[in-house]
């Protein structure tokens, strides 16, 4: 006898069915592949047959199939998305470019073969004659062969690692709207019709595999090589992993095989993904259901990313799941925010490319519920050992603290878009995944309080009951809502999927009086002075006796008045004390902002400031020792106020400097600021303040850096031979243009233009010109050819810390201790070559680049006749040019453009007054 709780979800799934009007079309997929793989060549050699059965309704007088692999060809769609964004192509090609592609050998329909067919990137397009009837069926066998890349994406090989998804042709989803022939875009991902696959894949017989669905099968074969056939029901995809070094680990849960494949090195990393996986299947199941497949694997991959879902199989990279203490609960996310997609994606599927939230929002969310729940909500990232507990004391981000304040840099600095937007309409790939991932994940944590867990998770139950094995749309989720909750929820879904829309409550006025009768009538006037149109919010009045009351405003109106009727006093008024809106300030949801104090370091709050102290000592040649504190307080926008004082023994002086950073969002980046400074260190007094608005044009990848800076310094008890006394007032103008014709390591340069004007105040009177070019051009992966033109002058006297040097802006480092290589004017030219020494290795799985250089810099530093004659364009002496060459060696870590450790020696130069010390430096370009 069934439940009265089934027999209403079963009436609900019915009713949301029939009147379902954006699910996709049940269309009858089913897929037979073999597949051979040449490890040697890296090909991939298969024959398919696709059986489909039109149950679109109408007849298709054309026909369409996905080529995935053509992505991967010089030019394709997803390539040009790619640079278009600024990605580096170093990061994807561990040793060098290397495309791949699909090629069809054969193509037969009902029988009849097929030459007349057109290919447009990364789909084709068959025109059926005649048409396929509604509710008839046809055959499609295609032979075709897959050229794997050696890549960090998707579909790709790296050290004997196979990672196999989107490679075979498949059939393109026709759903209420028509065909949806998608191209391969490097934002977003995909769309496809629930069938079933049958799947043999030939591998050399000592690797070990991994797939979608089931292994019925292993034949061996006499030539050294081994069949593994899998089977699947149900799923959208199939995708696969192989690899000789892996060893396996399993478990189960009620029956549920969870299969762990990791790479021999990583034992303990691979026992923990399989107790992750484990533990994070039983949670789903009691939250939304039971697990809809029957087995699990989870594999340890050199694929691009974070990590990457398919139909029972998840892909995780090393340096992530493999090699970082297990304390590290970012870890364990990855893998429930992966093990959620069986849910929502596998099981619920729909158009990612069009509704990517509809998958990452929910798994996201997903993964910030499981960890909340296992290790509380403070608990973020790390899940400290008693031996680190005391670590506590500095405060770590949590999941939903860093998805808001992901949201909120979004919106201050206007990049924040509608949720529901096309995935390759989003300008930049952090803009895509903090939108659909970490908004999508708050907009349900929102619906969530806004209903009630209990109903909430009914909802989430029906949803997962009703579109299980099917392709559901936000229209259907927001049925299931209504019709579960009895509510209208039209204002909230419009109001956060289709625009950018953002509350700011604001606790205005607190009024106290007593009550009519006994006690005290308290009354919260609040304020929303955001542009949302309707938002409801709750109010929390804390009572000095430790008590806690909430009420619920429902935000219809712009001003509203919540009152409480207390016998105690009211210790505090609290507006929105769960942090579940999209609150864009949350500073002024109570009297008085809250301060935490943490020693040496903590991450900035959501809802109140932050105060860091740390001591700090020093020593320097001319002062000796230094013993102080420095500390910075910073609010939740990134604005902060550092201070830093201490105390020169030798001296007996008191030192200190102060700062005041704030970031200005209206330029739409973080890379704009201003800057207030003062300090005192006896032997200068200074002040400036700095504006530096940056301008960034993310089609061509350009930036724009303008720096306007009054500089005030008064340098006294100086006693450095390359430092003069006095008086000195700038301003100072610098504008910098950095260019990527392509992307990061393609052909580009930057351009900066310098000028310094001293006010007649001060003991000096100058101005100061530099002009530079720099310019680098790509030879092959990972070897450049860079090269930068300078020059300079000034006009009138300057002290000399304010002269040309050639160590400072001519770049030659053997001259760094020349106090001599100074003066009015400056002119040279720096150039870099460097080589990769091999393509790369890695530590903790981090790909990094030995890499040689030889440099060449000449420069020379003009006296004030000199920069006369050459401003008058009369004599100009070519002598007394400086110049150093030598070589270096750096390990660059391709993961983290242009970041690298250098070692640069300078062996020769045309002067003995230099130094050939070795060189130690972490940075990038020169």
Same mark, same amino acid.
């Given at each position: 006898?069934?439940?009265?709780?089934?027999?209403?979800?079963?009436?609900?799934?019915?009713?949301?069915?029939?009147?379902?009007?954006?699910? !996709?079309?049940?269309?009858?997929?089913?897929?037979?592949?073999?597949?051979?793989?040449?490890?040697?060549?890296?090909?991939?050699?298969?024959?398919?047959?696709?059986?489909?059965?039109?149950? +679109?309704?109408?007849?298709?007088?054309?026909?369409?199939?996905?080529?995935?692999?053509?992505?991967?060809?010089?030019?394709?769609?997803?390539?040009?998305?790619?640079?278009?964004?600024?990605?580096?192509?170093?990061?994807?090609?561990?040793?060098?470019?290397?495309?791949?592609?699909?090629?069809?050998?054969?193509?037969?329909?009902?029988?009849?073969?097929? +030459?007349?067919?057109?290919?447009?990137?990364?789909?084709?397009?068959?025109?059926?004659?005649?048409?396929?009837?509604?509710?008839?069926?046809?055959?499609?066998?295609?032979?075709?062969?897959?050229?794997?890349?050696?890549?960090?994406?998707?579909?790709?090989?790296?050290?004997?690692?196979?990672?196999?998804?989107?490679?075979?042709?498949?059939?393109?989803?026709?759903?209420?709207?028509?065909?949806?022939?998608?191209?391969?875009?490097?934002?977003?991902?995909?769309?496809?019709?629930?069938?079933?696959?049958?799947?043999?894949?030939?591998?050399? !017989?000592?690797?070990?595999?991994?797939?979608?669905?089931?292994?019925?099968?292993?034949?061996?074969?006499?030539?050294?090589?081994?069949?593994?056939?899998?089977?699947?029901?149900?799923?959208?995809?199939?995708?696969?992993?192989?690899?000789?070094?892996?060893?396996?680990?399993?478990?189960?849960?009620?029956?549920?095989?969870?299969?762990?494949?990791?790479?021999?090195?990583?034992?303990?990393?691979?026992?923990?993904?399989?107790?992750?996986?484990?533990?994070?299947?039983?949670?789903?199941?009691?939250?939304?259901?039971?697990?809809?497949?029957?087995?699990?694997?989870?594999?340890?991959?050199?694929?691009?990313?974070?990590?990457?879902?398919?139909?029972?199989?998840?892909?995780?990279?090393?340096?992530?799941?493999?090699?970082?203490?297990?304390?590290?609960?970012?870890?364990?996310?990855?893998?429930?925010?992966?093990?959620?997609?069986?849910?929502?994606?596998?099981?619920?599927?729909?158009?990612?490319?069009?509704?990517?939230?509809?998958?990452?929002?929910?798994?996201?969310?997903?993964?910030?519920?499981?960890?909340?729940?296992?290790?509380?909500?403070?608990?973020?990232?790390?899940?400290?050992?008693?031996?680190?507990?005391?670590?506590?004391?500095?405060?770590?981000?949590?999941?939903?603290?860093?998805?808001?304040?992901?949201?909120?840099?979004?919106?201050?600095?206007?990049?924040?878009?509608?949720?529901?937007?096309?995935?390759?309409?989003?300008?930049?790939?952090?803009?895509?995944?903090?939108?659909?991932?970490?908004?999508?994940?708050?907009?349900?944590?929102?619906?969530?309080?806004?209903?009630?867990?209990?109903?909430?998770?009914?909802?989430?139950? +029906?949803?997962?009951?009703?579109?299980?094995?099917?392709?559901?749309?936000?229209?259907?989720?927001?049925?299931?809502?209504?019709?579960?909750?009895?509510?209208?929820?039209?204002?909230?879904?419009?109001?956060?999927?289709?625009?950018?829309?953002?509350?700011?409550?604001?606790?205005?006025?607190?009024?106290?009086?007593?009550?009519?009768?006994?006690?005290?009538?308290?009354?919260?006037?609040?304020?929303?002075?955001?542009? !949302?149109?309707?938002?409801?919010?709750?109010?929390?009045?804390?009572?000095?006796?430790?008590?806690?009351?909430?009420?619920?405003?429902?935000?219809?109106?712009?001003?509203?008045?919540?009152?409480?009727?207390?016998?105690?006093?009211?210790?505090?008024?609290?507006?929105?004390?769960?942090?579940?809106?999209?609150?864009?300030?949350?500073?002024?949801?109570?009297?008085?902002?809250?301060?935490?104090?943490?020693?040496?370091?903590?991450?900035?709050? +959501?809802?109140?400031?932050?105060?860091?102290?740390?001591?700090?000592?020093?020593?320097?040649?001319?002062?000796?020792?230094?013993?102080?504190?420095?500390?910075?307080?910073?609010?939740?926008?990134?604005?902060?106020?550092?201070?830093?004082?201490?105390?020169?023994?030798?001296?007996?002086?008191?030192?200190?400097?102060?700062?005041?950073?704030?970031?200005?969002?209206?330029?739409?980046?973080?890379?704009?600021?201003?800057?207030?400074?003062?300090?005192?260190?006896?032997?200068?007094?200074?002040?400036?303040?700095?504006?530096?608005?940056?301008?960034?044009?993310?089609?061509?990848?350009?930036?724009?850096?303008?720096?306007?800076?009054?500089?005030?310094?008064?340098?006294?008890?100086?006693?450095?031979?390359?430092?003069?006394?006095?008086?000195?007032?700038?301003?100072?103008?610098?504008?910098?243009?950095?260019?990527?014709?392509?992307?990061?390591?393609?052909?580009?340069?930057?351009?900066?233009?310098?000028?310094?004007?001293?006010?007649?105040?001060?003991?000096?009177?100058?101005?100061?010109?530099?002009?530079?070019?720099?310019?680098?051009?790509?030879?092959?992966?990972?070897?450049?050819?860079?090269?930068?033109?300078?020059?300079?002058?000034?006009?009138?006297?300057?002290?000399?810390?304010?002269?040309?040097?050639?160590?400072?802006?001519?770049?030659?480092?053997?001259?760094?201790?020349?106090?001599?290589?100074?003066?009015?004017?400056?002119?040279?030219?720096?150039?870099?070559?460097?080589?990769?020494?091999?393509?790369?290795?890695?530590?903790?799985?981090?790909?990094?680049?030995?890499?040689?250089?030889?440099?060449?810099?000449?420069?020379?530093?003009?006296?004030?006749?000199?920069?006369?004659?050459?401003?008058?364009?009369?004599?100009?002496?070519?002598?007394?040019?400086?110049?150093?060459?030598?070589?270096?060696?750096?390990?660059?870590?391709?993961?983290?453009?242009?970041?690298?450790?250098?070692?640069?020696?300078?062996?020769?130069?045309?002067?003995?007054?230099?130094?050939?010390?070795?060189?130690?430096?972490?940075?990038?370009?020169?």
């Amino acid at each position: 006898m069934r439940s009265k709780k089934t027999v209403t979800l079963i009436s609900v799934c019915l009713w949301l069915l029939r009147g379902s009007s954006g699910a !996709a079309l049940p269309n009858q997929v089913n897929y037979w592949i073999d597949a051979a793989l040449d490890t040697e060549r890296h090909l991939l050699r298969g024959k398919e047959v696709i059986d489909f059965v039109n149950r +679109t309704g109408t007849s298709l007088d054309e026909f369409y199939l996905h080529l995935y692999p053509n992505a991967y060809r010089e030019g394709s769609l997803f390539f040009q998305e790619l640079q278009q964004a600024g990605n580096n192509l170093d990061i994807l090609y561990p040793a060098g470019r290397d495309d791949g592609y699909i090629q069809i050998h054969s193509l037969v329909i009902r029988g009849e073969k097929i +030459t007349d067919y057109h290919i447009d990137d990364t789909i084709m397009r068959i025109e059926l004659n005649p048409p396929l009837k509604a509710d008839e069926g046809m055959q499609v066998r295609l032979d075709f062969t897959v050229k794997v890349p050696e890549i960090f994406w998707r579909l790709g090989h790296h050290r004997g690692n196979y990672h196999i998804a989107q490679w075979y042709p498949k059939v393109v989803v026709y759903d209420r709207n028509g065909w949806h022939p998608d191209k391969y875009h490097f934002l977003g991902e995909f769309y496809g019709d629930f069938g079933s696959y049958t799947v043999a894949i030939t591998l050399p !017989a000592n690797m070990v595999m991994g797939a979608t669905g089931c292994l019925v099968e292993e034949i061996a074969h006499p030539q050294g090589t081994k069949t593994w056939v899998w089977q699947a029901e149900n799923v959208h995809d199939f995708a696969w992993v192989a690899d000789k070094n892996y060893r396996e680990t399993s478990t189960e849960w009620k029956g549920i095989i969870i299969r762990s494949l990791y790479f021999k090195e990583h034992k303990k990393g691979g026992e923990r993904a399989a107790k992750h996986a484990r533990e994070a299947i039983a949670y789903f199941s009691q939250k939304y259901g039971k697990y809809p497949y029957s087995t699990l694997t989870v594999c340890e991959s050199y694929i691009g990313g974070i990590a990457m879902e398919y139909p029972t199989l998840i892909m995780l990279p090393p340096v992530l799941s493999y090699q970082l203490p297990s304390f590290f609960t970012i870890v364990e996310a990855a893998t429930a925010h992966e093990v959620a997609h069986q849910w929502w994606y596998a099981a619920v599927g729909n158009n990612e490319l069009e509704e990517a939230w509809l998958d990452e929002g929910f798994a996201t969310y997903s993964e910030m519920c499981y960890i909340e729940d296992k290790y509380g909500k403070e608990n973020g990232f790390v899940n400290l050992p008693k031996r680190l507990k005391f670590l506590k004391i500095f405060h770590l981000d949590d999941l939903r603290s860093s998805f808001y304040k992901s949201w909120i840099t979004l919106n201050l600095e206007g990049k924040e878009r509608e949720l529901l937007r096309p995935a390759y309409e989003f300008e930049y790939p952090d803009v895509y995944s903090r939108t659909v991932c970490h908004k999508g994940a708050l907009v349900l944590a929102m619906l969530e309080n806004l209903l009630g867990k209990k109903v909430f998770s009914e909802i989430m139950r +029906t949803y997962f009951e009703c579109y299980r094995f099917k392709n559901a749309t936000t229209e259907n989720f927001q049925a299931v809502a209504e019709e579960v909750s009895k509510t209208d929820l039209d204002w909230f879904f419009k109001q956060m999927l289709h625009t950018t829309r953002r509350c700011d409550f604001v606790l205005e006025k607190v009024r106290v009086r007593k009550a009519p009768t006994e006690g005290y009538l308290t009354e919260a006037v609040i304020k929303q002075a955001g542009d !949302a149109e309707q938002m409801p919010v709750e109010v929390m009045a804390k009572l000095k006796d430790g008590r806690k009351l909430v009420k619920r405003w429902d935000g219809s109106d712009k001003w509203g008045v919540v009152t409480f009727e207390t016998p105690k006093p009211v210790k505090d008024i609290l507006v929105d004390p769960s942090n579940w809106t999209f609150d864009i300030n949350r500073l002024n949801n109570r009297r008085f902002p809250k301060v935490a104090f943490h020693p040496l370091f903590s991450f900035p709050y +959501t809802d109140r400031y932050v105060v860091t102290y740390y001591p700090k000592v020093g020593y320097s040649d001319t002062d000796g020792w230094s013993g102080g504190v420095n500390s910075r307080a910073e609010d939740p926008f990134g604005h902060r106020l550092s201070f830093s004082a201490g105390y020169i023994y030798k001296r007996d002086w008191v030192v200190y400097n102060a700062r005041f950073f704030s970031p200005i969002y209206k330029w739409g980046n973080r890379l704009s600021y201003l800057e207030f400074k003062i300090a005192d260190d006896r032997h200068t007094r200074s002040q400036s303040i700095t504006l530096v608005p940056v301008l960034v044009d993310y089609k061509r990848y350009w930036r724009h850096f303008f720096t306007l800076s009054a500089e005030h310094e008064e340098h006294y008890n100086v006693d450095r031979k390359d430092c003069d006394s006095g008086v000195i007032t700038l301003l100072i103008f610098s504008y910098r243009l950095e260019t990527n014709k392509d992307a990061l390591r393609q052909n580009g340069g930057e351009y900066r233009v310098h000028y310094e004007h001293s006010l007649p105040d001060g003991d000096y009177i100058y101005d100061k010109y530099f002009f530079e070019v720099s310019r680098y051009l790509r030879l092959g992966w990972m070897a450049t050819l860079r090269a930068r033109v300078f020059a300079g002058w000034q006009t009138g006297y300057s002290p000399r810390q304010r002269k040309f040097a050639l160590w400072r802006e001519g770049n030659m480092s053997a001259f760094e201790n020349s106090n001599l290589d100074i003066g009015d004017g400056i002119a040279g030219v720096n150039t870099v070559l460097d080589f990769p020494l091999r393509k790369s290795f890695e530590i903790f799985s981090l790909p990094l680049v030995p890499t040689v250089c030889v440099f060449f810099n000449a420069g020379k530093v003009l006296d004030r006749s000199e920069v006369r004659s050459w401003a008058r364009m009369r004599k100009v002496d070519l002598r007394g040019w400086k110049a150093e060459m030598g070589t270096g060696f750096s390990l660059e870590c391709v993961a983290f453009a242009g970041l690298a450790l250098r070692l640069r020696l300078p062996l020769l130069t045309n002067t003995k007054r230099a130094s050939l010390g070795l060189r130690l430096s972490i940075d990038s370009a020169f």
